[in-house]
């Protein structure tokens, strides 16, 4: 069956038989419909008086000479008409220099906006240089030409992969079904904030597209532009290496432990709950406390950063809400789906709880089911104990 998946809240819609999309859309703001209109009021209320045109200031090199000469008309000596032309020459000399260096900083700016409008026209250059005349008519053309400068042209963004995931459906044939495997996956989708397609696939129905697909191979597994990919850690590894920032989120771990946290809290479960020797029974179960006291240790222990910045209280406890710190990684991806599954299951055929006293894996438990990226991922409760009806064995007398 085809379902339309939208963030944060779902909504199923039947289309065929057999398979299940789901489709994620980041949420975003609506734009306004209001339009901001502006008015001149001076328009309206008359034209203000055009104020009088200021005369052109004379050159320097000008106002010299003729002071120059007019000193000299009046009668002073030729000696201090000696000093003052030497003046005039040296006034004329550093205003030619202020004039160059004024031509050497536009050059710069000139140089620098070729830099910045790449792949574009540039102004109009003679040998290298900007063109300048002496004339007023060629100079005012040549300040025209500066401000018509291009407008620089934002790179165009890149179109969004197609991704399309595969996941176990439940059993209604259409919502999420129990598998650790295929939430895994889907959160890293999520956490990624890419756009990607879900489907959910009933293993009863298996639709003939999809045997032609990925013969052989069950959920979950996805296409990416395409291609093809049914390893799940390769698809994790994959997804990390082409999805990248900035514009998509880092989430390998920074903490190499956090990767092996937990790892073998799974097996033990397993072989927990499919125990059907009573006299196994305790044994079983003290080896399951003993794999999520070791994970609950690594929670309640500060990490080296926190050590570092002194973001722990008490004796040292870690304040951190997962993992590798305050934000979801891929060990997290991995590890929680099972945890999920193991209190949900281990609760209805062995009445198992996980104890109280392991805060730190309480803690890290209830920061999972405050994020919609891990609670909106996950199969609803009633598919887990489904789908450990058979597997789960009652113990003998």
């Not at 290298?128 to 040549?142: D, E, I």
């Not at 956490?191 to 009933?202: E, S």
């Not at 934000?327 to 709880?353: F, G, M, Q, W």
Request: overall charge negative; charged content about 30%.
């Amino acid at each position: 069956m085809d379902l339309l998946y939208q963030n944060p809240e779902s909504t199923y819609e039947n289309e065929s038989p057999g398979e299940c999309d789901l489709t994620y859309e980041a949420p975003c703001d609506e734009p306004s419909k209001l339009t901001a209109e502006y008015e001149n009021a001076a328009r309206a209320k008359g034209q203000m008086a055009t104020p009088p045109a200021v005369p052109p200031p004379r050159h320097l090199a000008e106002e010299r000479r003729s002071s120059s000469s007019s000193s000299s008309s009046s009668s002073s000596s030729s000696s201090s008409s000696t000093h003052a032309e030497d003046e005039d020459k040296a006034e004329v000399k550093d205003y030619n220099r202020e004039d160059d260096k004024e031509e050497e900083e536009k050059k710069e700016v000139e140089e620098s906006n070729k830099d910045l409008n790449w792949g574009r026209g540039s102004p109009e250059t003679n040998g290298g240089n900007v063109s300048r005349r002496s004339s007023s008519s060629s100079s005012s053309s040549s300040a025209a030409s500066d401000k018509q400068e291009p407008e620089e042209k934002p790179e165009p963004e890149k179109e969004e992969p197609k991704i399309q995931l595969y996941v176990k459906a439940g059993s209604d044939g259409e919502s999420i079904g129990n598998c650790p495997f295929s939430q895994r996956l889907f959160m890293i989708l999520w956490l990624k904030g890419v756009v990607f397609n879900v489907t959910t696939v009933d293993l009863k129905r298996k639709p003939a597209d999809l045997h032609n697909l990925a013969p052989g191979t069950h959920p979950p597994f996805l296409t990416f532009q395409g291609e093809v990919l049914t390893d799940v850690n390769k698809v994790e590894e994959y997804l990390e290496e082409m999805l990248v920032p900035p514009k998509y989120p880092k989430l390998a771990s920074k903490n190499r432990e956090s990767n092996t946290a937990g790892n073998d809290i799974f097996a033990k479960f397993s072989a927990y709950v499919k125990n059907k020797r009573p006299d196994k029974n305790r044994a079983l179960e003290k080896s399951l406390d003993k794999s999520l006291a070791k994970l609950n240790t690594y929670l309640e222990s500060p990490l080296p950063d926190e050590v570092q910045v002194g973001h722990h209280r008490g004796e040292g406890e870690s304040k951190r809400k997962y993992l590798d710190g305050d934000e979801l990684t891929l060990a997290d991806c991995n590890l929680l789906p099972k945890l999920h599954v193991v209190k949900v299951a281990s609760k209805k055929y062995r009445n198992y709880e996980i104890p109280s006293e392991f805060r730190g894996l309480w803690r890290y438990l209830g920061n999972a089911y405050d994020r919609d990226e891990f609670t909106n991922t996950c199969a609803a409760d009633v598919e887990i104990e489904l789908a450990y009806k058979d597997v789960a064995k009652r113990l003998g007398k």
